[in-house]
T-cell receptor
């Protein structure tokens, strides 16, 4: 079956611009996660959705970052007024349910470059 | 707060040699522990996980890891390295009632012929 997909695979933008990154989770997965992976580091948690609601957004670095999942499936990560420090690979993952033991399946990521 | 430390950002082994990638964690509650592998230009793939029960966990591609509570460790091993094992490996921890994974910084494994 289809895995987690993310679009675009690469995004180059200029400082100050607005970007949207899309994640299509595995069908039927109720939980969706966003992580950010900077060069040479492990992924860092940003936000977690259970269904349509954000259950934990403690990892969002500031109010320029926002994510939605209006119908409980596809999610969009939105970044306003991008800065060069936002350059990273943004990873999306989904799992069947909540709880730390559920395996998270990762997408290939979106590489964001802010010039 | 939970954290993960992976000792050695780069590990180099000869083909056929033992692979040992080290992971230590800190957690205020019994943890769930994971190893993920990332091949170049690909997404993270789960190798194995420890949730409860047997402390020696076997995963895909011949890898295994042992949860040692007294040492707060979850080291990844493979008896005989293969060239196809060359990749970056991440150890991660999660709580039962929380869902986010906390990752280590990763270890790049190089396999020499």
């Amino acid at each position: 079956g289809a895995g987690v997909s993310q679009t675009p695979s690469n995004k180059v933008t200029e400082k100050g611009k607005y970007v949207e990154l899309r994640c299509d989770p595995i069908s039927g997965h109720t939980a969706l996660y966003w992580y950010r992976q900077s060069l040479g580091q492990g992924p860092e948690f940003l936000i977690y959705f259970q269904g349509t609601g954000a259950a934990d957004d403690s990892g969002l670095p500031n109010d320029r970052f926002f994510a939605v999942r209006p119908e409980g499936s596809v999610s969009t990560l939105k970044i306003q007024r991008t800065e060069r420090g936002d350059s990273a690979v943004y990873l999306c993952a989904s799992s069947q349910g909540q709880g730390g033991r559920n395996e998270q399946f990762f997408g290939p990521g979106t590489r964001l470059t802010v010039l | 707060a939970q954290s993960v430390t992976q000792l050695g950002s780069h590990v180099s082994v000869s083909e056929g040699a033992l692979v040992l990638l080290r992971c230590n964690y800190s957690s205020s509650v019994p943890p769930y522990l994971f190893w993920y592998v990332q091949y170049p230009n690909q997404g993270l793939q789960l190798l194995l996980k420890y949730t409860t029960g047997a402390t020696l966990v076997k995963g895909i591609n011949g890898f295994e890891a042992e949860f040692k509570k007294s040492e707060t460790s979850f080291h990844l091993t493979k008896p005989s390295a293969h060239m196809s094992d060359a990749a970056e490996y991440f150890c991660a921890v999660s709580k039962e009632y929380g869902n986010k994974l906390v990752f280590g910084a990763g270890t790049i494994l190089r396999v020499k012929s």
